[in-house]
């Protein structure tokens, strides 16, 4: 186990659980396929699934952004040198997960893809429990009061 005052991780779990959450449900789909609605539905849903996707996109890219301007590191299995609380920060405490989560969720939806969407929820809750609360308790022993403060007042996700 690493030290958490020093890296929340030696596995880098947010885009391994993403990447095998998406290839799972693709390969359920082929094997196991849910039923999609067609017609006017299945527009609505695409254009819903490209609109998610296409946020979740736009918020990965202000999160990596955000990253670099503040001159820390993106990677999650890295320890943090700075506490992030403006751009997509303002509105979660992890907002490349949120965005990773959109991505996911609105690809099945935009390609009718339905085990996408649990998918994404399952990646969601897995990072949450091998990533996040670790990454919290480093955030908590590097700064302290700091990292207090802005938890309190901002969402773990978006609410």
Do not use: C
């Not at 955000?66 to 405490?93: E, K, M, Q």
């Not at 308790?137 to 609410?159: K, M, N, S």
């Amino acid at each position: 186990m690493p030290d958490l005052a020093e890296t929340p991780n030696t596995i880098p779990w947010p885009p391994l659980l993403f990447a095998g959450a998406t290839i799972l449900a693709l390969w359920l789909q082929h094997v196991v396929p849910l039923p999609w609605p067609g017609g006017a539905w299945a527009a609505v849903l695409a254009m819903a699934g490209v609109f998610l996707a296409a946020a979740g996109i736009a918020l990965d890219l202000a999160t990596m952004l955000a990253f670099r301007r503040h001159r820390t590191t993106v990677l999650p299995n890295r320890g943090a040198t700075r506490l992030i609380t403006d751009g997509p920060f303002r509105f979660s405490r992890n907002p490349i997960y949120v965005g990773n989560t959109l991505l996911v969720a609105g690809a099945g939806l935009a390609f009718g893809i339905a085990w996408l969407v649990p998918a994404a929820l399952a990646a969601a809750f897995a990072t949450r429990k091998l990533a996040i609360e670790r990454e919290e308790r480093h955030l908590a022993l590097r700064f302290g009061q700091e990292w207090t403060t802005y938890a309190a007042r901002t969402p773990r996700w978006l609410i």
